[in-house]
């Protein structure tokens, strides 16, 4: 159905913008490289025979109009930005597939009823601004003035950054989709994860999607020289949050669902003979389960007051996210089961760890996901992998599956 040489040709392409010497990627919400990116990416939507249009949060849209334009729209999609030094799969191939899907429609002359549309949506991945799925939101309507608020490690907020790309933070309402505009919207991802290959299977089938939270943890200490502080005198913000990491992970350790991630920390002032007068550090909280995930945080934070005050230290828990887990729809599951079948491509259902778009849309419209297999499971990285017979299996069925949707 697709043709998998131009994919793959348009995923290596792809991958020369943000490229670092190391070898991964950056391309972060906003920046130089994400434009180049998104004109690109533009591009091939054009050469699919796309209308192409952005949106008011800088969502990249391309659409293939149904033999009933007054239907809703199935929507495909991911993202086309990325972790710091990450790999060359993660969004762009869900992005690069459901055009790749739409053009090989084109080219065979098959119409749907439906409209349909493709979308790289805007910072999925929060790299840059500690938020994350900022295109997603605003398509939802959830996206605020608060939001826009949230600055990068330099103080530039998201409002003036979308000012510098020339987007009107104030007019971010008019990116919202009414509920009965979208039919579906449908996401083929890398799996970031190792039981595909684990059962030496290509192609995933997503039952729902973990929630995130995000939290950054601020421990006020007192600096004192290194050598002159006695051990018993000292008020150190570093051995407390030391105790907390640790605590972290034996929480999350508990339960055998929930992980639990520090990935940011800094101590001020930093210096190799100064004990730290505050230390920061992020929290990365997921669980398919809302009410096991919360418990979780609500255990971390107790021993974390217990921790400081033994260390007579201050804490500060500050909220960045918090996203509920996201159910995919039976609709979706079974459109997507049925493609499997006709393709003759054997699948599972399992659930993904990682956050996704698609979990900003669920009060929007019913979602789904495609998992494709990742080699040693390994994501947000150079080595992020997957083959060339997988992309092509996974965007096939993402094919089917927008064609089994438009018949239900």
Known sequence: MINEERLWEHLEALSTIGKQETGGITRLSFSEEERQAKDLVSSWMKDAGLTVREDEVGNLIGRKEGLDPHLPVILVGSHIDSVYHGGNFDGPLGVLSGIEALQAMNEQGMETQHPIEVVAFTDEEGSRFSLGMI?????????????????????????????????????IQHARREKDSIKAYLELHIEQGKILE???????????????????????????????TPMTMRRDPLTAASAIIQVINKEASKTGTTVGTVGQLELVPGGINVIPERVEFSLDLRDISEEVRDHVELEIATQAKSICEQYGVELIIEPLQRVAPAPCSDLVQTCTKAACDKLNIETMTLSSGAGHDGMQLTELCPIGMIFVRSKNGISHNPAEWSSMEDCKNGANVLCQTILNLDLK
Not at 138 to 162: F, P, Y
Not at 200 to 225: D, R, T, Y
Request: cysteine-free.
């Open 198 to 228: 684990s059962k030496n299977l290509s192609v995933g089938i997503v039952s729902g999607i973990a929630g995130p939270i995000w939290q950054k943890f601020i421990i006020n200490g007192e600096a004192g020289h290194a050598g002159t």
């Open 135 to 171: 295109g997603s939101r605003g398509m939802a309507g959830t996206l605020t003035k608060e939001h826009l608020e949230q600055v990068d490690k330099n103080g530039i907020s998201v409002a003036e950054a979308m000012s510098k790309s020339g987007l009107d933070p104030e007019e």
